[in-house]
């Protein structure tokens, strides 16, 4: 099952409220940048989901800091269908391995 959200912050209302295995973030969200949505569902979800970050402008330094900052997994866009899709099922394997009390990473 998918879910949509408007914004960063209407994004982050739902991750709050509701239980998601994976979410995927864009940097450049409205309302609210990407690793300000990641910071606020690492701090407020009861649950956090596998964050899969997305941008076309992050540069490779940067990345690093990223996963740092609390992504599990990043994609630079524009990206082929085939690698988002084997980027999702990996975070989804590894929430399921979290799930059965397996490392997170």
């Not at 690793?35 to 992050?58: D, E, N, Q, T």
């Amino acid at each position: 099952e998918c879910a949509e959200a408007d914004d960063g912050r209407d994004g982050l209302a739902r991750v709050e409220a509701e239980r998601f295995d994976l979410v995927l973030v864009d940097q450049e969200m409205p309302r609210m940048d990407g690793a300000k949505f990641i910071a606020g569902v690492r701090l407020a979800a009861a649950h956090p989901p596998m964050v899969l970050y997305m941008s076309g402008r992050v540069p490779t330094e940067s990345l690093g800091g990223l996963l740092l900052g609390g992504a599990d997994d990043f994609i630079r866009k524009p990206f082929a269908p085939p690698e988002l899709v084997s980027r999702v099922r990996g975070l989804l394997n590894r929430a399921e391995a979290a799930r059965r009390g397996g490392p997170r990473n």
